[in-house]
């Protein structure tokens, strides 16, 4: 089965960069979206298709995806960014799959 | 306005079958792009894709689940219904439809609803 690897927890300074990695045997040949979920409240969608911004997503958000690494980037960031973050990707044999999901502080 | 609710029992004994529905509005399960998921999360943990279904009947389901799981759809309610049979205390989480937005392969979900919460115990 196809499996998705997150840090568990990411810190940034306020107005910094944050990067956060999802890693995948060869998940530079599938497409990668990115959710954002504040405690208490359902996943929003930021990054969909490696580095398609959905309307209404700042874009301070941004994603890339090669070899066996994609990463979110957050640029700038802020404090209403704290939350938890999830990689999600379709495979053939697994079918839908997410990250364990990285906790985003900002210092 | 698109927007997605979840409804269903709050509470299931263990070894019932849970039953869930996702009444959706803002557009057409008879859209030909468009499609509905399932995912869930334990408390304070990941979230999990169970099922998705889409308008020609298309269905796939979480390869652990699927032995538990029926997804099925009534376009003239608007509603997806999701069934998990033997229920276990493990299956407490809230669950949560999307909407998935594009039929092309590489699937994603734009609109989630806000998640019912299930607690399995005796």
């Known amino acids: 089965s196809y499996e998705l690897t997150q840090p568990l927890s990411v810190s940034v300074a306020l107005g910094q960069t944050a990067r956060i990695t999802c890693g995948g045997n060869n998940i530079g040949s599938k497409n990668v979206h990115w959710y954002q979920q504040k405690p208490g409240q359902a996943p929003v969608l930021v990054i969909y298709r490696d580095s398609n911004r959905p309307s209404g997503i700042p874009e301070r958000f941004s994603g890339s995806n090669s070899g066996n690494t994609a990463t979110l980037t957050i640029s700038r960031a802020q404090a209403g960014d704290e939350a938890d973050y999830y990689c999600q990707v379709w495979d053939s044999s697994t079918a839908g799959v997410f990250g364990g999901g990285t906790k985003l502080t900002v210092l | 306005q698109v927007t997605l609710k979840e409804s269903g029992p709050v509470l299931v004994k263990p070894t019932e079958t849970l039953t869930l529905t996702c009444t959706v509005s803002?557009?057409?399960?008879?859209?030909?792009?468009?499609?509905v998921s399932w995912i869930r999360q334990p408390p304070g943990k990941a979230l999990e894709w169970l099922a998705h279904i889409f308008s020609n009947d298309e269905k796939s389901y979480s390869t652990s689940l699927k032995s538990r799981l029926t997804i099925s759809k009534d376009t003239s309610k608007s509603q997806v219904v999701l069934t998990m049979t033997n229920m276990d205390p493990v299956d407490t989480a809230t669950y949560y439809c999307?909407?998935?937005?594009?039929?092309?392969?590489?699937?994603?979900?734009?609109?989630w609803g806000k998640g019912t919460t299930v607690t399995v115990s005796s």
């Open positions: 999307a909407r998935i937005p594009s039929a092309v392969s590489g699937y994603y979900m734009d609109v």
């Open positions: 803002g557009f057409s399960l008879s859209n030909a792009r468009m499609g």
